[in-house]
């Protein structure tokens, strides 16, 4: 396994499988759709699982893979999810045994083109490959989106790794060497309070290297703006995340 991967996550693996909010279900079940069988999906970068638990829901097996060991020791259990620790560009799985691969907030961080090599070998003829991203969530209250754009942007904004330009252009610029499906649209949601909130700010890249170069945590100052117009803390906000995607077919001609 290659040492150099990007691996802005491992030391908030925790609070990364406490804070990250769910895809939708109707998510997987469209992709499910997609496949003539369900046998084996990938879940490639599954970080603490979010997507393979989906994934796992329409398949009789998931493979869900991460670089991070720190991030399958947090993982959520599932019987039909199997964790591996293994780079994007070497799954380890067999030559055409995989019906679906997914990526989900991850694809930024790979060497793309050794990733989409491996996927080829990976899948079966006519097998499917689909990546989405997110970025900047909505709360739902025009001065709270306010406070959060601020931190987003300015605050935390210069610590964003090069590789977040990719989820702002919503993967349009990546290539993408597959015969694309276009998806349905699709967002998560989720009804937080606002610590739950400020937990999973914690879990961004640019926060981490923000609290690594800097010495100190930027969060409470979020917290500060947003207790304003958040009212009761304990409260829930509908909070909401549209997802981008690319998604293809392997080409059955294709060796």
Do not use: N
């Amino acid at each position: 396994m290659s040492s150099s991967f990007p691996d802005h996550f491992s030391d908030v693996a925790g609070a990364y499988a406490e804070h990250r909010p769910d895809y939708p279900p109707q998510l997987f079940t469209w992709l499910a759709t997609l496949v003539r069988e369900r046998r084996l999906a990938w879940d490639c970068a599954t970080g603490t699982g979010q997507a393979a638990v989906g994934v796992a829901d329409h398949f009789e097996r998931v493979i869900a893979t991460d670089a991070s060991a720190a991030q399958i020791a947090a993982a959520r259990p599932h019987p039909k999810v199997e964790y591996r620790v293994a780079p994007a560009e070497a799954s380890g799985l067999a030559t055409g045994s995989v019906d679906l691969v997914t990526v989900g907030q991850a694809l930024h961080w790979f060497d793309r083109p050794a990733f989409y090599a491996e996927a080829r070998r990976a899948l079966r003829p006519d097998g499917v490959v689909a990546v989405w991203t997110y970025g900047a969530s909505s709360l739902g209250d025009p001065r709270l989106d306010a406070a959060h754009h601020r931190f987003y942007s300015g605050t935390v904004g210069p610590y964003w790794p090069a590789e977040r330009a990719l989820v702002e252009a919503s993967y349009r610029t990546i290539e993408f060497p597959f015969e694309e499906i276009e998806p349905p649209a699709f967002e998560m949601e989720a009804e937080w309070p606002l610590a739950t909130f400020l937990g999973y700010v914690g879990t961004w890249s640019a926060v981490t290297r923000f609290r690594r170069e800097r010495g100190f945590d930027p969060v409470p100052q979020l917290s500060e703006e947003l207790r304003e117009h958040w009212g009761d803390p304990e409260s829930q906000r509908k909070i909401r995340w549209p997802l981008s995607f690319r998604v293809g077919r392997r080409k059955a001609k294709e060796g």
